[in-house]
């Protein structure tokens, strides 16, 4: 398991809310570009998705398939970086992950899963 621990995840009805965080007590995540990503099922660790990314200087970046709907935030005092999902959609269904940018392969965690259905 990696460094930074992920929560947040459930089963939301569609149009519904999430906070997911990601937890790193040594706040390693205060000072790197950061990111929240997925892995949607049945998909390979390697098709992982960078659905939202913070810079150390707080540049954010999202792809168009969650930008107006995902928020990525940083909390430094706590060492955690934040994913606020609003507007979930069938399709958001994924365990999701963070990392820094570009992804380190010896920080994945365990994820945390978010399931989207009615």
């Known amino acids: 398991q990696g460094l930074l621990g992920e929560s947040g995840g459930g089963l939301v009805q569609p149009g519904g809310s999430l906070q997911l965080s990601c937890k790193d007590p040594q706040r390693f995540v205060n000072t790197r570009d950061m990111g929240w990503y997925r892995q949607a099922p049945g998909e390979q660790r390697e098709q992982r998705e960078l659905v939202a990314s913070i810079t150390g200087v707080g540049g954010l970046n999202y792809p168009d398939s969650v930008k107006g709907r995902f928020t990525i935030s940083r909390d430094n005092e706590k060492g955690m970086v934040n994913l606020q999902m609003n507007n979930l959609l069938p399709e958001d269904t994924a365990v999701y992950y963070c990392?820094?940018?570009?992804?380190?392969?010896?920080?994945w965690g365990q994820g945390t899963e978010v399931t989207v259905s009615s």
């Open positions: 990392n820094t940018m570009p992804a380190i392969a010896n920080l």
